[in-house]
């Protein structure tokens, strides 16, 4: 009996520390990956704004039609942005090219240049044509970034760590499910022992 309980003992030790080595290692690349993304996203949503702000100023002053509606595409595409750096699935489906980061880093460049764009009215407003500035510049050298990493074929060295990352995680899973049924027949086998001795 003795013995029994000290081979449950080992084998919850070494099923924790095997659990715990797995959960608890983080890979610092996908993390630096993460980081980027969620900064190229915020930006994005800058650009965003930025071009809301000028298409209400070009649609409200009846400046130029033209331009109202060439800051609606530039809003859309810089959404469409924001959504690929989701990596959301149904986007990446949607449109295969973005699973690839030079196929990303252009549409950050295209939606960059839009954003930079101006129509002469735009000199009178600095405080816009300054965050216009700002947020398409940033923009455009996130989108350099991601061009530049994709041609190293560092994205797809994200993608082999994330498919890693998920393997680790489908394992601790997998052993916290062996460790429940482990401790539910246990429980079956005391119950059944207890029956006999009766």
Not at 82 to 111: D, N
Not at 146 to 167: D, P, T, W
Not at 173 to 196: C, V
Request: hydrophobic content about 45%; overall charge neutral; aromatic content about 10%.
């Amino acid at each position: 009996m003795e013995r029994t309980e000290e081979t449950e003992e080992i084998a919850e030790s070494s099923s924790g520390a095997i659990r715990s080595r797995l959960t608890h290692r983080a890979d610092p690349f996908l993390v630096v990956c993460r980081c980027f993304s969620f900064v190229t996203s915020l930006i994005a949503i800058l650009c965003v704004v930025v071009n809301v702000l000028a298409a209400i100023i070009s649609f409200r002053d009846s400046h130029d039609i033209f331009d109202g509606i060439f800051r609606c595409y530039a809003v859309l595409i810089a959404c469409f942005v924001v959504l690929a750096e989701t990596e959301w699935s149904f986007i990446i489906k949607f449109s295969k090219v973005l699973e690839y980061w030079v196929g990303r880093g252009m549409l950050q460049i295209f939606a960059a240049v839009m954003t930079r764009s101006f129509p002469d009215y735009m000199s009178q407003r600095k405080d816009l044509l300054l965050l216009q500035n700002i947020a398409s510049y940033m923009l455009l050298s996130c989108g350099f970034i991601y061009v530049i990493c994709g041609v190293l074929c560092i994205g797809f060295l994200k993608r082999a760590r994330q498919k890693k990352e998920v393997s680790r995680e489908q394992a601790v899973k997998d052993l916290e499910e062996m460790n429940r049924r482990k401790e539910e027949l246990e429980q079956l086998l005391l119950e059944h022992r207890s029956q006999g001795d009766v």
